[in-house]
């Protein structure tokens, strides 16, 4: 009778295989990512202004330092400062010192050049009728002593006009103490002043005072004046004008 082995027990167990990773591919372990630090808050606005307190008292509780050598060449400047102050100070009246003495000099001046018309101012005893070229007649009532007006001057005059004949004064500064002031050469005329007596000032000096008889043509003509508050020139008519040259000056620019 046949025997019937088996296998053996071991032969009856499952193989179980231990997988074995090689060394060169095997994966590292996890290397540990480092912390952030942290980011710093942007300070708020009471944090701020308490630093800057504490800055502010920080910086009033140090102590002075001593006056060091050089604080001393430093200090210095307060002298040139203090020059220069006086130099200011002092050419400031230096300046104001000359305007003086020019607005004196020059009163000095007008004062004598008035003493010197006046000393040569004489009047005229007897008045004689002067005919001029262009018709114009006058009589010297007073010779002046001061100065010629020229082209441009400024000239003062008192002036009184009436017409020939009727003997309407349509103006008289004399009266009212406003005294006339224009520049020779300029153009139109107003206040009663026409060409005629323009004409006549070119011959007078400050001081001088005179009788003018005026022609029509060196009058206002064929069409008259109109001079206001009623007062009408009629047309083609004689003037007549006493006129005295109270100043002359040199024009404002």
């Known amino acids: 009778m046949a025997t019937v082995f088996g296998p053996p027990s071991f032969l009856s167990l499952p193989l179980t295989r231990t997988p074995r990773l090689c060394s060169s591919s095997q994966t590292?372990?996890?290397?540990?990512?480092?912390?952030?630090?942290?980011?710093?808050?942007?300070?708020?606005?009471?944090?701020?202004?308490?630093?800057?307190?504490?800055?502010?008292?920080?910086?009033?509780?140090?102590?002075?330092?001593?006056?060091?050598?050089?604080?001393?060449?430093?200090?210095?400047?307060?002298?040139?400062?203090?020059?220069?102050?006086?130099?200011?100070?002092?050419?400031?009246?230096?300046?104001?010192?000359f305007l003086a003495v020019g607005v004196v000099s020059e009163q000095i001046k007008t004062r004598l050049e008035?003493?010197?018309?006046?000393?040569?101012?004489?009047?005229?005893?007897?008045?004689?009728?002067?005919?001029?070229?262009?018709?114009?007649?006058?009589?010297?009532?007073?010779?002046?002593?001061?100065?010629?007006?020229?082209?441009?001057d400024l000239v003062v005059i008192d002036l009184m006009g009436k017409i020939e004949g009727s003997g309407e004064v349509f103006v008289n500064t004399f009266e009212a103490k406003k005294p006339l002031a224009l520049v020779m050469g300029s153009r139109p005329y107003s206040k009663g002043v026409c060409e005629g007596i323009e004409y006549v000032l070119r011959s007078m000096?400050?001081?001088?005072?005179?009788?003018?008889?005026?022609?029509?043509?060196?009058?206002f003509g064929e069409n008259g004046a109109d001079l206001g508050s009623g007062l009408q020139i009629p047309p083609n008519v004689t003037l007549e004008y006493i006129v005295e040259v109270d100043k002359v000056s040199i024009a404002p620019a």
């Open 28 to 97: 590292p372990p996890p290397v540990p990512q480092p912390t952030p630090p942290p980011q710093p808050q942007p300070p708020s606005s009471e944090s701020a202004e308490a630093q800057m307190s504490v800055n502010s008292k920080a910086e009033q509780q140090k102590p002075i330092k001593p006056v060091s050598p050089k604080t001393k060449v430093e200090s210095t400047d307060w002298i040139a400062t203090s020059l220069t102050r006086r130099f200011g100070i002092g050419a400031g009246l230096a300046w104001v010192a």
């Open 114 to 152: 008035v003493s010197q018309q006046e000393a040569n101012t004489r009047d005229v005893g007897k008045e004689e009728e002067i005919v001029l070229p262009n018709g114009i007649r006058y009589y010297e009532l007073k010779v002046g002593g001061g100065a010629s007006p020229r082209l441009g």
């Open 205 to 219: 000096k400050a001081g001088g005072k005179r009788r003018v008889i005026v022609p029509p043509t060196l009058g």
